[in-house]
C-alpha cells in the first residue's frame, strides 16, 4: 500500500552548503569528466562548448528550478511530488525514476572500470592495463561494478544529512583540488595549447544538428535533470533555502567542474597527438599517459583515480536515492530494504552492459551502439527529455506560475526580479526547444 502520510517526519539536509556540495555532486560526476570532454572532442571542441552553455543558461538553470521548487513544495520524491499535486500527473515522475534506475545501471559499470585503474595504481600495472582487452572480459568488470555498488549502496543507507550530504562535504573539495592540479600538469605538456584552442575557440560552423543533440543529453546527464534527482533533493530541503540562488549556483558548479576536466583532459589529448574524440580511451588511456611523465606520477595517477571515484560515487548516490526514495515514499518501504533491494537489482541490471563489451559484444548487429549505448539512448534521448518537457508542462500549465512564484519566492520573501523570464521558459521556450530537439534525436532521420 503507498505510503500517503505526507506529513510524517522527512529526514533534512543539516546545512545549505551540504545541500548544495551534494546537488552539484550528482551533477559534477563522470558526465563531466568521462563524457564532456570527449562529447567535446568529437562535436567540434569550442563549437560544442558554445551549444552547452546556451542549453545551459536556457534549459538548465529554468529546469534546475523548476525540479527544486517541485520537491521542496510537496517534500515528496519525484512521483509522489506529482501524485501530490495531480494524480494523473504521477507517471511523470514515473519516468524519472526509470531514467534513474537504468542509468545508474551502466553509470555504475563505468565507475567500476574505475576502481579498477585505482587498484592497477596500487599493483603497478596502471600503465600497462589495455583498456579494451580489459573491458572485454566476463568477470573481472563485473566484479567492480558490484563494489562500485556496493559503495553507493554504503553511502545511501546513512540518509540524508548522515550519509549524502557527509561523503559530498568530502568528495567535492578534494574533486575539484584534483582537478585544478591535473590541469595544470596538462597544460605544461609540450603542444597541450592547441587542445586549449579547441576547446575554447569555436568554430561556429560545426554546430549542426548532431552538436545540438549531443549538448542537450550532456545537459540533462550532467546536471541529472529529467531523471528525479533534484525533485528529491529538493524535497529534502527546509522552506528558508534560496532556490534562486541554489539553481543557480549548482549549474555554475557542474560547469566549471566540465570545463576544469576539459582542460585537464584534451590539452593532454593534443600533446600526445590524439584522437580528441576518441570516447572513454580519453580517461582511460589519455591520462595514464600524462601521469607517466609526471614526476611522482603513479601517486598522482592513483590520487586523480581516486577523486574520480569520488565525483562517481556523488552522482550515483543521488540516482540511487531517487530510486530509493520512491519506495520509501509510494510503497511504505523502510530505507535499508529499499536501498539495498533496488541496489541488487540495479546490479543485475547493469551486468548486460558489462557483457556488451565483450562476450555479447555480437549483439551489436541488432543494437547498433551496443548494449551500454543504448541504454544510454533510451535515457539520454528520450525518458529526460519527455520527462523534463512534461514537468515545465505541469509546472507551466497545470499546477500554475502563481502557485511555483509562492515557493520560489518563499511567499513573497525572496526577491526574483527575473521570474516573467523563468515563467516564459517554462510555459513556452522550454518544453518547445525540448521537444524539437527530442523530435530530431529520434532515429527516423
Keep these: ?81 506529482f501524485r501530490k499535486l495531480s494524480k494523473k500527473w504521477s507517471w511523470v515522475g514515473g519516468f524519472g525514476v526509470l531514467a534513474g534506475f537504468l542509468i545508474l545501471s551502466f553509470y555504475s559499470v563505468v565507475g567500476g572500470w574505475v576502481i579498477k585503474y585505482i587498484v592497477g595504481g596500487l599493483t603497478g600495472s596502471l600503465y600497462t592495463l589495455d583498456f579494451g582487452s580489459y573491458i572485454g572480459t566476463t568477470a573481472e568488470p563485473i566484479v567492480y561494478h558490484a563494489v562500485f555498488m556496493i559503495l553507493t549502496l554504503v553511502i545511501v543507507l546513512g540518509g540524508i544529512s548522515g550519509g549524502i550530504e557527509k561523503a559530498a562535504k568530502i568528495l567535492m573539495p578534494a574533486l575539484f583540488v584534483m582537478l585544478i592540479l591535473t590541469m595544470i600538469r596538462s597544460l605544461t605538456l609540450p603542444g597541450s595549447f592547441e587542445g586549449v584552442k579547441f576547446l575554447l575557440q569555436p568554430d561556429f560552423s560545426k554546430i549542426n544538428g548532431e552538436v545540438i543533440l549531443a549538448a542537450l543529453g550532456q545537459v540533462f546527464f550532467s546536471l541529472s535533470l529529467g531523471m528525479g534527482c533534484m525533485v528529491t533533493y529538493g524535497s529534502y530541503l527546509s522552506k528558508e533555502e534560496n532556490l534562486v540562488s541554489s539553481s543557480m549556483s549548482i549549474p555554475l558548479l557542474d560547469t566549471a567542474a566540465a570545463l576544469i576536466a576539459g582542460l585537464a583532459i584534451l590539452p593532454a589529448v593534443f600533446a600526445f597527438n590524439m584522437e580528441p574524440g576518441a570516447g572513454p580511451v580519453l580517461l582511460f588511456v589519455t591520462l595514464p599517459q600524462v601521469f607517466q611523465q609526471m614526476p611522482l606520477g603513479s601517486l598522482f595517477g592513483i590520487a586523480f583515480f581516486v577523486l574520480v571515484l569520488f565525483a562517481a560515487l556523488s552522482s550515483s548516490i543521488s540516482l540511487l536515492e531517487v530510486v530509493v526514495t520512491y519506495f520509501v515514499d509510494e510503497k511504505n518501504w523502510d530505507r535499508k530494504k529499499s536501498t539495498i533491494v533496488m541496489s541488487a537489482l540495479i546490479f543485475l541490471i547493469g551486468i548486460p552492459s558489462s557483457l556488451g563489451m565483450g562476450i555479447w559484444g555480437h549483439l551489436t548487429p541488432i543494437l547498433e551502439n551496443g548494449i551500454m549505448d543504448s541504454v544510454g539512448f533510451i535515457t539520454d534521448k528520450v525518458l529526460l527529455p519527455i520527462g523534463a518537457m512534461m514537468l515545465l508542462i505541469f509546472i507551466g500549465w497545470v499546477w500554475g506560475l502563481d502557485n511555483a512564484k509562492k515557493e520560489v519566492t518563499n511567499d513573497g520573501k525572496i526577491p526574483f526580479a527575473l521570474f516573467p523570464v523563468w515563467g516564459f521558459l517554462v510555459k513556452f521556450a522550454a518544453p518547445a526547444a525540448i521537444a524539437y530537439i527530442f523530435i530530431k534525436g529520434l532515429p527516423i532521420w
Design 1 to 81: 500500500m503507498a505510503n500517503l502520510n505526507e506529513t510524517k517526519q522527512r529526514d533534512q539536509w543539516g546545512s545549505r552548503i551540504g545541500f548544495i556540495l551534494a546537488a552539484a555532486g550528482s551533477a559534477v560526476g563522470l558526465g563531466n569528466i568521462w563524457k564532456f570532454p570527449y562529447l567535446a572532442g568529437a562535436n567540434g571542441g569550442g563549437a560544442f562548448v558554445i551549444v552547452y552553455f546556451a542549453i545551459l543558461i536556457v534549459l538548465g538553470f529554468t529546469l534546475m528550478m523548476a525540479e527544486l521548487t517541485l520537491g521542496r513544495h510537496t517534500q515528496l520524491g519525484a512521483v509522489g511530488a
